[in-house]
């Protein structure tokens, strides 16, 4: 394995571990995630893996070890626009419709470059449920819309917290697919999963989580 | 506007608020009706002495208000929280104070706004002079975003608590006293003639510093309250 090159790391965790209340959730831990790479957190239940992804949101705070965003340590203001964090929770209004969520989104984040809700809305395949309120949406179908939203936020760095849940065959196959195109394009992703999962681009870099 | 900007974000947060309020009325209708409700059991609890209810009138809609405005208090984060949007809301590349700042502002316009426009027909109900309204309004106008602001912090404080109803009204119990005193003293004061603008001016400079602190130490709260 070659060493890589320092500026190409975009994340670093350096003996990283979690504490609560003195038990041990996981750790130490050590990887690093480069530009255009994705990598699969693997874990059972509870050994951590959404703790681990608040973590790296910048929303817990680290205690011990250390973790490093373009090699500087992880802060809220420097992780601010940087990540995009999809969680079980999908954060998005039930009583508004995927094109008015997405709107919100873009107001608080941005856009990517040659994006818009409404073709992001069409790389997800919700096309003919834009203006459907979310609450009418199925379970995938929500977690599509969700995913629109990842794909509209201008961020490096995806952190997708069991993104193949409740999705069928299809909504898998799309998943990898925007996988594999936000790594070409540059970007790095985190995605934690208890299921097999195979990636278009070849073998993942594994992280393997013990309590 | 660039979206994506701070103004952008400001916008595009209210505007969600206020759809999301509008998609539910009846929320919005329901302290209202409990105002009037309240206001009109008075009357019958006291009997129809006119000159009794004139002197309680003031007094009485100012309560009425406070306690309509408790109802709504701790929806103010609550669907944010369990739909996960309050942490798509923290990685934003904004700042958080300011987006709940338009929170709070959101929730006044759908909570208060519709009390202090009917509060001249509940204050109307007990007979409070019309050369006394204006006074009613100013002071209202003033005391319920200090409400608003001050409930918001305490809200985000019991963020992480389940049934925090409790608790809430506990800890916003002493900081409501003083709103109540200067905004009621000051319609006091004018039905009897006395100067009113100096309790109004204690409020306005009370709004004035909460409106700078509380989207701070709501920020704060809400950062802690999430993090466990």
């Given at each position: 394995?070659?060493?890589?090159?320092?500026?190409?790391?975009?994340?670093?965790?350096?003996?990283?571990?979690?504490?609560?209340q003195?038990?041990?959730?996981?750790g130490?831990?050590?990887?690093?995630?480069?530009?255009?790479q994705?990598?699969?957190?693997?874990?059972?239940?509870?050994?951590?893996?959404?703790?681990?992804?608040?973590?790296?949101?910048?929303?817990?705070?680290?205690?011990?070890?250390?973790?490093?965003?373009?090699?500087?340590?992880?802060?809220?203001?420097?992780?601010?626009?940087?990540?995009?964090?999809?969680?079980?929770?999908?954060?998005?209004?039930?009583?508004?419709?995927?094109?008015?969520?997405?709107?919100?989104?873009?107001?608080?984040?941005?856009?990517?470059?040659?994006?818009?809700?409404?073709?992001?809305?069409?790389?997800?395949?919700?096309?003919?449920?834009?203006?459907?309120?979310?609450?009418?949406?199925?379970?995938?179908?929500?977690?599509?819309?969700?995913?629109?939203?990842?794909?509209?936020?201008?961020?490096?760095?995806?952190?997708?917290?069991?993104?193949?849940?409740?999705?069928?065959?299809?909504?898998?196959?799309?998943?990898?697919?925007?996988?594999?195109?936000?790594?070409?394009?540059?970007?790095?992703?985190?995605?934690?999963?208890?299921?097999?999962?195979?990636?278009?681009?070849?073998?993942?870099?594994?992280?393997?989580?013990?309590? | 506007?660039?979206?994506?900007?701070?103004?952008a974000?400001?916008?595009?947060?209210?505007?969600?608020?206020?759809?999301?309020?509008?998609?539910?009325r009846?929320?919005?209708?329901?302290?209202?009706?409990?105002?009037?409700?309240?206001?009109?059991?008075?009357?019958?609890?006291?009997?129809?002495?006119s000159?009794?209810?004139?002197?309680?009138?003031?007094?009485?809609?100012?309560?009425?208000?406070?306690?309509?405005?408790?109802?709504?208090?701790?929806?103010?984060?609550?669907?944010?929280?369990?739909?996960?949007?309050?942490?798509?809301?923290?990685?934003?590349?904004?700042?958080?104070?300011?987006?709940?700042?338009?929170?709070?502002?959101?929730?006044?316009?759908?909570?208060?706004?519709?009390?202090?426009i009917?509060?001249?027909?509940?204050?109307?109900?007990?007979?409070?002079?019309?050369?006394?309204?204006?006074?009613?309004?100013?002071?209202?106008?003033?005391?319920?975003p200090?409400?608003?602001?001050?409930?918001?912090?305490?809200?985000?404080?019991?963020?992480?608590?389940?049934?925090s109803?409790?608790?809430?009204?506990?800890?916003?119990?002493?900081?409501?006293?003083?709103?109540?005193?200067?905004?009621?003293?000051?319609?006091?004061?004018?039905?009897?003639?006395?100067?009113?603008i100096?309790?109004i001016?204690?409020?306005?400079?009370?709004?004035?510093?909460?409106?700078?602190?509380a989207?701070?130490?709501?920020?704060?709260?809400?950062?802690?309250?999430?993090?466990?």
């Amino acid at each position: 394995m070659t060493v890589p090159d320092p500026a190409n790391v975009l994340l670093e965790a350096r003996q990283l571990s979690f504490f609560r209340q003195d038990e041990p959730v996981f750790g130490p831990l050590d990887f690093r995630l480069l530009a255009g790479q994705v990598a699969l957190i693997e874990g059972d239940n509870g050994s951590g893996k959404t703790t681990l992804m608040r973590l790296l949101t910048g929303l817990l705070h680290v205690e011990d070890g250390e973790l490093l965003l373009h090699g500087a340590p992880l802060t809220r203001q420097g992780a601010a626009g940087e990540i995009a964090f999809l969680g079980h929770q999908l954060g998005l209004k039930s009583d508004l419709t995927p094109r008015e969520n997405l709107r919100v989104t873009e107001g608080l984040y941005g856009r990517r470059r040659g994006l818009d809700p409404a073709t992001a809305l069409g790389a997800v395949g919700l096309l003919g449920y834009e203006d459907e309120p979310v609450r009418r949406l199925s379970a995938g179908q929500k977690k599509r819309a969700a995913l629109a939203r990842l794909l509209l936020i201008p961020a490096a760095l995806w952190l997708l917290d069991e993104p193949y849940a409740n999705l069928d065959r299809e909504g898998i196959a799309l998943v990898n697919r925007l996988l594999d195109r936000h790594a070409r394009e540059g970007g790095a992703a985190l995605v934690t999963s208890h299921g097999a999962v195979s990636f278009a681009g070849g073998e993942p870099q594994r992280i393997r989580l013990h309590a | 506007m660039r979206p994506g900007s701070t103004s952008a974000a400001c916008v595009a947060l209210l505007r969600r608020d206020l759809t999301l309020a509008w998609r539910r009325r009846g929320d919005i209708a329901m302290p209202v009706l409990y105002a009037l409700i309240v206001v009109t059991l008075f009357p019958f609890a006291l009997g129809p002495d006119s000159a009794l209810l004139t002197r309680i009138a003031g007094g009485v809609v100012q309560v009425t208000v406070l306690l309509a405005m408790l109802l709504a208090l701790d929806m103010m984060f609550r669907s944010d929280i369990e739909d996960g949007s309050i942490e798509q809301l923290m990685l934003a590349p904004q700042p958080l104070a300011l987006m709940l700042a338009m929170k709070i502002l959101a929730h006044w316009i759908t909570a208060a706004l519709p009390l202090i426009i009917v509060a001249p027909l509940l204050a109307g109900m007990l007979h409070l002079p019309s050369a006394v309204m204006p006074v009613l309004i100013a002071s209202l106008l003033l005391s319920t975003p200090l409400l608003s602001l001050l409930g918001a912090v305490l809200v985000a404080l019991t963020a992480g608590t389940r049934r925090s109803g409790m608790l809430l009204a506990l800890m916003l119990l002493p900081l409501c006293v003083p709103v109540v005193i200067f905004s009621a003293g000051a319609v006091a004061a004018a039905q009897q003639g006395l100067p009113w603008i100096a309790p109004i001016a204690w409020l306005g400079a009370a709004l004035a510093m909460t409106l700078v602190l509380a989207p701070l130490a709501c920020a704060a709260a809400l950062r802690i309250a999430l993090d466990a």
